[in-house]
């Protein structure tokens, strides 16, 4: 089945730094790629994306300058580098990938998701 599992994420300190890597179990050269985040009781946004060459990526407001979101499109993976991590980047982290070679910033328009994983950044 298609699938993608994230993984990476942990309990870090402010100032730290964690790389979420996604693994695709297809070949998603064809796809762009995006990073979400979804805290409790709140609405899923929007982080990072990328599209399906690389060539192009988008951020939010918020990490601008601090992540990083790449890909491998030989190994089929997309990364997330978060450095200089704050309490508010708390959540968990969903990486997404859509049919489409151009980013998306819309979490509707992702067609695959993966289950997450948490990323819990202390003061």
């Known amino acids: 089945q298609v699938q993608l599992v994230e993984s990476g994420g942990g309990l870090v300190q402010a100032g730290d730094s964690l790389r979420l890597s996604c693994a695709a179990s297809?070949?998603?050269?064809?796809?762009?790629m995006g990073w979400f985040l979804q805290a409790p009781g709140k609405e899923r946004e929007f982080v990072a994306a990328?599209?399906?060459?690389?060539?192009?990526?988008h951020y939010a407001n918020s990490v601008k300058g601090r992540f990083t979101i790449s890909r491998d499109n030989a190994e089929n993976t997309v990364y997330l580098q978060m450095n200089s991590l704050k309490p508010e980047d708390t959540a968990t982290y969903y990486c997404?990938?859509?049919?489409?070679?151009?980013?998306?910033?819309?979490?509707?328009?992702?067609?695959?998701w993966g289950q997450g994983t948490q990323v819990t950044v202390s003061s």
């Open positions: 297809w070949t998603f050269s064809s796809y762009a």
């Open positions: 997404a990938g859509r049919k489409f070679l151009i980013l998306s910033i819309q979490s509707h328009d992702y067609d695959y």
């Open positions: 990328i599209s399906a060459g690389g060539g192009s990526t």
